[in-house]
């Protein structure tokens, strides 16, 4: 069992664990900034689109949307369909987005995490030392 423990805990103090911790974080940030510069506006753009949608047919029949029953209204109503599916298919898909982006968030956070340990767990163990410039 003494044996085990040394062998996780010379793994998790070694260089490769800290160079793994760095690159899986370098990765997640540069996915969460991807994610926001394309898929953030895009979002905008559709949710400004769908509640226009929702606005101009309210605006019509002085009710709200909610509350429409599309079929009730002939002439608007390809318009009240259409501006109910927008809006549940721009909050179904920015909730998907947010939830993606935290869990980029979270693998983010513990992969820094897990780079802090790793570190301490090196300059520590005492093999820091071999990393020193020889006279």
Request: glycine share 4%; hydrophobic share 45%; with cysteine.
């Amino acid at each position: 069992m003494h044996l085990i423990i040394h062998r996780i805990s010379e793994l998790f103090s070694s260089i490769s664990a800290i160079k793994f911790s760095f690159r899986a974080a370098f990765v997640l940030a540069g996915a969460y900034l991807i994610g926001a510069s394309t898929q953030g506006p895009f979002i905008y753009d559709a949710e400004i689109a769908a509640y226009a949608l929702k606005f101009e047919v309210e605006s019509q029949v002085n009710t709200s949307i909610n509350n429409l029953i599309c079929s009730d209204y002939n002439t608007i109503q390809a318009k009240c369909n259409l501006a109910k599916y927008s809006l549940s298919t721009i909050e179904s898909y920015s909730s998907a987005f947010m939830s993606i982006m935290g869990t980029i968030k979270v693998l983010f956070c513990s992969a820094i995490f897990f780079l802090t340990v790793f570190t301490l767990l090196y300059l520590s163990s005492g093999k820091s030392d071999s990393l020193s410039v020889k006279k």
